[in-house]
């Protein structure tokens, strides 16, 4: 069994025992206040074997945000992912909520985006003079290591007016210790059916790349979480993983393209080219609906 998978069903367990039962904005889910874990990235490429998780959409999402910065939804759709498309602003600039019916206008330049969130926020809206969060971050990495500084937010409340959804995973910390590259990573929303394990995996995998481009090695990720919940609609699938906890399997290994070099340069593509997940073995797919 991966570490992941053990630390993971604890929680499902702990929420489904000791959660409390609340109506929501979108739902009824089971929360806690809280959670935090720490992955020794060093030791294992976290990602769950308890269920399908598709990797390689989790990847290309953090690249969507991360790399390409970009908020066009169609980005992703060529690319095989539709998570995105609820949340994608009509040809008219109007959104409209396909889980209460609330139409917000938001105008026709928005078209084809989410607004000004996540991406749009980490390039600060690309505009002219203002400070690229990635850019910066890659460069005290690679020039200021004992930064203690070195901050990607993307909780900006003056960029929300104009957002489909606030970030749920809203900021990232670097710190260089010892050649090693850790993350701490603050989520203040988690569904921990469909969110989180794609949250984890993508994390990760972002924590790797920059690490293999600036000459580091992957240390731990701390990852704190908020409310952490499990919706309703999620309750049996989650007893049928802690079903397989006995037939959990061990993690896979992430593979990256050593010719890569530079985290604007792997390759976005649906096939992913640059990495792979080695040995990945899970015990099935398990699907729920999207919450948000």
Known sequence: MSQFDQMYLDTCEKILNHGVKTKARNGITYRIAGNHWIFDLAEEFPILTTKQVAWKTAILEMLWIYQQKCIYVDWLRKRGIKIWDKFEISEDGIYRNPDNGQETFFGKEWAGTIGTSYGYIIANGGEKGAEDQMDAAIDKILHNPADR???????????????????????????????????????????????????????????????????????????????????????????????????????????????????????????????????????????GVVKA
């Open 149 to 287: 500084r070195n901050i990607i937010s993307m909780w900006q409340p003056p960029f929300f007016n104009k957002a489909v959804l606030p970030p749920c995973v809203y900021k990232v910390q670097f710190l260089v210790l010892d050649g090693k590259l850790y993350t701490f990573v603050e989520q203040r929303s988690c569904d921990i059916f469909l969110g989180v394990p794609f949250n984890i995996t993508q994390y990760a995998a972002l924590t790797y790349m920059l690490a293999h481009v600036t000459g580091l090695k992957p240390g731990e990720m701390h990852y704190n979480m908020v409310d952490t919940h499990i919706y309703e609609e999620h309750v049996e699938q989650i007893k049928e993983m802690l079903k397989r906890r006995k037939d959990a399997l061990p993690a896979p290994k992430l593979w990256l393209n050593p010719e890569v070099d530079d985290f604007y340069a792997f390759d976005n593509s649906k096939e992913l080219k640059d990495i792979r997940l080695e040995g990945y073995q899970h015990l099935g797919k398990l699907t």
